[in-house]
């Protein structure tokens, strides 16, 4: 499993003192209050910053980061990715998962049947959806529900799946 988790993207500056506009990739933007620090990935390095304020603006996050105190500074990081270590990580529900931890599972028919890799995971507000592809490249959409989903191990990466009439 991966150490560093992706939880935004800075996709912007806002203002003049700093802050960096987050696109969050959390269900929950206030997670950023509980964090002290966070990770920006560069395209040279893996920098660490320690968080001095966090604000909203709609559905975004405007974080203020202890070195970066101007907008020339601020603009460095624009479409940057922000992690943070898994142990920073919220706590998830049973049968709850990251994306990150999906992400190339192998998934398997309860017959044995390789049905290929999850390639994507869409949001849907009732359940997601995993879009799992083939060697081929054909792709097959399993709906994140408990009649189709029977098993999955984060560690081996294997998702065993219960196909319904109609999915294939």
Known sequence: MEQLMEIGQ???TYGIKGFLKVNPFTDNINRFEDLDS?????????????????KYSKNMVLLKLKGIDDINIAENYRN??????RDDAVKLPQD???IVDLLNMEVITEEGEKLGYIFDVYPTGSNDIYVVRNDEGKQVLLPAIGQVIKKVDTKSKKMI???LAGLI
Do not use: G
Request: charged share 25%.
């Open 10 to 12: 800075i996709v912007n």
């Open 38 to 54: 966070i990770y920006i990935q560069t395209k040279k390095d893996l920098e660490i910053f320690k968080i001095e304020e966090v």
């Open 80 to 85: 940057c990715y922000i992690k943070i270590n």
């Open 96 to 98: 709850t998962y990251f």
């Open 161 to 163: 799946v219960h196909l």
